[in-house]
């Protein structure tokens, strides 16, 4: 078994991804328990001499910040904390983003500035390593006091209560304790804090549609260069030369691959009655290629998250200092969302508009891409999907980072509503897949009206893998089968 240290340094999405697909265990070094026990240490002996109010510890939150604790009853609080702020509703999030949150959670943690005990990171691991994953909702983060309800509902498996989803079953906690023989874990002084402070679930949103948004961009330019093959599209577009005189990196990159893509093709080769292309093919280096620079914006911001500490207050042990901030606040990885989802949009609507002519009995294709258009309605309404697609993903792309509201008696007076940009945002990631997956289908059954000519061998490649799940259609039949494994496809 695979075995990562979570060590406090930098964790990259490339890991990450690399933790989830081998189902890594993960720990932690002896410098994170170090840190770790050396912050508790440090506030166990501020708590006894402190002799004023210390917010989140021996305080109320958010507008009862004024309210002070006795020393007795801050165990309680943390509990009582965590079970009050468990108030999410809607869907349930995927299982991934959970074990996400979990791996982000102790990363956080895992640098000794968050005052929590040991025993409760290290309960953290054994749900992750245990694949024992808590139940929570989509529903009830502002992303602003970082993502309260959501990391609740984490976080109330630590204390024998709330539901987790455990090989195949949903359960109570208190059950899976009972299995493992484990005691509920009680919260210290600042450990609920330590434990709802925190972007992990914007973080863990960001990661999962990233990771997916990425694969997704560099499977379009491929599936585009299909299209482009099917319509028997012109090569002057993808030449280095004229990318070059505006040297935009996405663009530059999107044009290679359709150059390289092309190589030793016979359909790219052969002379083109039409002088020009329709702009869903002739840019599709521009259009592309601005989606990929977006995503390098949107990469370093969600690797400068996960590799931060965003829990308030933070404690500086070294320093003899405890800060109460604003880390929590969302805003970066709301922008980045929102950005996130356009630029999947736009990959999206380009798409459609590429099945579109594809459809359209032009360029010596028969309609709708079968052999009897007419008494075959054939690839007519595939197309009328992606378009009621990409008309949601307009929708979703409303931004959701320019909206903020009051909460907590006026305290928290602005917030960034990352969490809601995170949840559109997957919605989006998985729409431009489906599209992408229909135009997939389209383009293959386009190429099967070029025969004998042959495209590259990486395309041809390509589609012979995919006919292995999608197969030509002859004649009408049931298509939303065919569709699904075509979405299913594109991803792997």
Known sequence: MEVYNISGYHLTLEVIEEIIETKAYIELSDGAVDRIKICREYLDRKIKTATEPIYGINTGFGSLCDTTISNEDLGELQKNLVMSHACGMGSEVPQLIVKLMLLLKIQGLSYGHSGVQLATVHRLLDFYNNDILPVVYQQGSLGASGDLAPLAHMSLSLLGLGEVNYQGRRMHASEV???????????????????????????????????????LSNRADLIATISLEAFDGRLEPFDEDL??????????????????????????KQEKEHVQDPYSFRCIPQVHGASKDALKYIEKTIENEINAVTDNPTIFPEKDKIISGGNFHGQPLALASDLLAIACAELASISERRTYKLISGARGLPAYLVAKPGLDSGFMIPQYTAASIVSQNKQLCTPASIDTIDSSNGQEDHVSMGANSATKCYKVVKNLQRVLGIELMNAAQGMEFRRPLKSSVRIEEYIAEFRKVVPFVEEDRVLSDLMREAELFVLK
């Open 177 to 215: 304790m009972e299995e493992f023989d484990w005691e509920p874990i009680e919260l210290q002084s600042k450990e609920g804090l330590a434990l709802l402070n925190g972007t992990q679930f914007m973080s863990a949103y960001g990661v999962y549609n990233f990771v997916n948004a990425k694969k």
């Open 243 to 268: 990318h070059i005189l505006r040297n935009h990196t996405g663009q530059l990159k999107t044009a290679k691959s359709v150059r390289q893509y092309l190589m030793g093709s016979e359909i790219a």
